[in-house]
């Protein structure tokens, strides 16, 4: 069994200060909540005997619960110093963080590195003979699913094909940075999903970032109401071969995560 020795969390990792994974009173397991299986509505017509499926969603994000602490030896126990700090890094921000196991004990990580979104909902200390010899925590990630890495990719005028790996039937929205390379229009169409976006009135060597679940649409031309010439449809990826259409003199780059559901 491939097993974990620390975690990054807000961008600080758990065995830059010394700690490590471990368990208390013979555990030893991650406690993992899966909500992959949705919750269904269903509708029955009058005078029928079978129901019609009416929708279907997630209810709840995932939620696990580890434990951490020093390494054995005879200075294992926390000062309060030092549990002020860690309480600090763990509960400092209200905001989701990004998180991801380290240290494996395997390769695993090289090939599955996945980061999920979470906050810190229950942090309690594990104390022996009075004294504070470890934590354990539960986050709450954002979404029922993990994410993996950044993936970049780099497209320009025509149509171009690449694949995308989602374990999420929801679209995903990439954030964009688009360069115009002439004056004028430009067009982005996904022809696998038949989303699309459309922007007018660019100026040569204007830049654009499209971010949905962030910063919105910036330009780099601060002169330019780029929000009056952008049509206000949001281009997105789908799982599977994604078939990219770009009309205009441009050139994009594209960021994304895809979901992930298996490999915690």
Sequence with gaps: MTTAKSFVFG???LKNLGLRLCSFDGGGEVKISLPYVPTYTAEKPPAHYRWQMAGSKYEAPI???ISFGKPCGPD???SLEEERRLAKWLTFCPDFQEFHFEDFDS???DFFHISYFVHVTSLEKEMLGGNCIGFTAEFTADAPFGFS????????TGTTDFDVCSDSPDPIYPRIILTAGAAGNVSLKNCTNGSFSRFYNLSAG???TMEKTGSGLLTSLPSHSILDDFDKNWISLADGVNEWKIEGNASLTLTYREPRKVGI
């Design 11 to 13: 961008g600080q990792s």
């Design 63 to 65: 939620t696990f619960t």
């Design 76 to 78: 294992h126990f926390f």
């Design 107 to 109: 390769d695993w990580d």
């Design 149 to 156: 890495a950044p993936i970049t990719r780099t497209l320009s």
């Design 206 to 208: 204007e830049i654009l």
